[in-house]
């Protein structure tokens, strides 16, 4: 049997020896003169309605499991109204101190991040300013047609904003790479199965990018709707019919899946030096900057969206009533 074991033993007597404690405690042996129970122990037990609580047998081990059936609020189990019990772990965030919260993980990502570095400035800004600048030059031409008048012609003032578009979209990625390999690389990152979530995710985003210009042509991309350019009907086609706006996530997921794989190893026309060819490969892989440009990319394009989808949305309302008045 176990409890011939020495050591066991001690360890069973010991076990005993705590749970007494954790019964007195609990109150779980406090009983009222003339032999009957304690009113405290009475509602904990039903009010002796036939429910009772039974100490399991066997020395030690019953005992604990009894202390921590009480602790748990299981059946049978004693208010946790004492002053020795601890607060409910169920009873929401109310019961959660959040200054004890572990930051040692956003704390190591942030420890990569430089936000006073020129590229890393330049990359924001550039992130920033895209969208802005095609929501209010779109805009205003739905307003006043002067960019359509300028080139006399709808469509080729469209092709000239998708022109300035692109660029200023190569503009960005450009700056978000000098971002890149101005700041140190996460060691952790650098490993073959996060190299083929990088790629991966760039073979995602890229289709969904190209699949997307190919279904909406070059004038659906490149807001021709505000250039009076409209479209027949809703394109409900690959990519549209899994997700909405699957050129802005696939965009997204284009630059999570370089910042993941891309480093100075990894970028095209990045002349390495002697001493960064003899670095271990960990110090050229894996941008945290990288990674924290994506969330920014991210949150500008979720702003976008709300920005862009009902003015797009009203203005085919405008076309659908015009329609209707004419018929």
Request: aromatic share 10%.
């Amino acid at each position: 049997m176990p409890s011939r074991t020495p050591g066991k033993w001690r360890f069973a007597r010991t076990g005993d020896y705590i749970s007494q404690k954790a019964g007195r405690s609990w109150g779980h042996r406090q009983s009222a003169p003339g032999g009957r129970a304690s009113r405290h122990h009475r509602a904990a037990s039903g009010g002796g309605r036939g429910a009772s609580w039974r100490r399991p047998r066997g020395p030690g081990v019953g005992s604990l499991e009894a202390a921590r059936l009480r602790a748990s609020g299981g059946p049978g189990a004693e208010p946790m109204g004492s002053s020795v019990a601890g607060p409910d772990c169920c009873g929401g965030f109310g019961n959660v101190d959040f200054r004890q919260a572990d930051l040692c993980v956003m704390t190591r990502l942030l420890g990569y991040v430089d936000p006073s570095d020129p590229c890393f400035v330049a990359a924001i800004l550039t992130i920033t300013f895209n969208p802005l600048f095609w929501n209010v030059v779109a805009r205003w031409e739905q307003r006043t047609r002067k960019l359509s008048k300028v080139f006399r012609s709808p469509y080729l003032a469209c092709y000239s904003l998708g022109a300035a578009i692109l660029l200023l979209n190569v503009l960005r990625s450009h700056c978000f790479t000098q971002a890149m390999l101005s700041q140190p690389k996460m060691e952790s990152l650098d490993n073959p199965t996060a190299y083929r979530v990088g790629l991966a995710l760039l073979g995602i985003g890229s289709t969904f990018v190209l699949s997307s210009f190919f279904a909406l042509g070059f004038t659906g991309t490149f807001l021709g709707d505000y250039f009076g350019i409209l479209m027949e009907a809703r394109v409900t086609t690959f990519p549209f019919n899994i997700l909405d706006n699957p050129m802005y996530w696939g965009s997204t997921a284009n630059y999570l899946g370089w910042a993941i794989m891309a480093g100075e190893a990894g970028l095209p026309g990045h002349r390495q030096s002697s001493d960064a060819q003899k670095q271990p490969r960990a110090s050229r892989h894996a941008s945290p900057t990288g990674l924290l440009l994506t969330v920014v990319v991210a949150l500008i394009y979720m702003v976008a969206i709300q920005y862009e989808e009902p003015f797009t949305a009203q203005i085919y309302q405008q076309k659908a009533s015009s329609s209707r008045k004419r018929s």
